[in-house]
């Protein structure tokens, strides 16, 4: 499986910014994609998922309500619609792949995730 990200860029705060991530080989039914992010100095923590066969999503307390994972079947591509942006959303930001199915206790785990993509940046000035 490979990922490729897309969308990242520079933004004033309260801007908007519209992630994209194509998956392509090998895929299933029920796997999950979900968005973590990396600022510098600090761990990768997550941002959102969602199951692909149900639509279910997941947000990190930080981003709910301005952040919106979405998916696309035809295309196998998940999105990430980033509202209301504020400077501490800085990070580069990365797609992850799971290829079946988990609790969701777990879906912020990145270890439970077993492809990544290359990360895309995002800075939100102040």
């Known amino acids: 499986v490979q990922l490729q990200a897309s969308g990242g860029g520079l933004v004033q705060a309260g801007g908007s910014l519209r992630l994209s991530c194509a998956a392509s080989?090998?895929?299933?039914?029920?796997?999950?994609m979900g968005w973590f992010r990396q600022a510098p100095g600090k761990e990768r923590e997550f941002v959102a998922a969602?199951?692909?066969?149900?639509?279910?999503?997941y947000y990190a307390d930080s981003v709910k309500n301005r952040f919106t994972a979405s998916r696309d079947n035809a295309k196998t591509a998940v999105y990430l619609q980033m509202n209301s942006l504020k400077p501490e959303d800085t990070a580069v930001y990365y797609c992850?792949?799971?290829?079946?199915?988990?609790?969701?206790?777990?879906?912020?785990?990145?270890?439970?995730?077993?492809?990544w993509g290359r990360g895309t940046q995002v800075t939100v000035s102040s």
């Open positions: 992850a792949f799971r290829p079946n199915m988990i609790v969701a206790s777990s879906i912020p785990d990145p270890d439970v995730y077993n492809y």
């Open positions: 080989g090998r895929t299933f039914n029920n796997y999950v």
């Open positions: 969602i199951r692909w066969r149900a639509g279910y999503t």
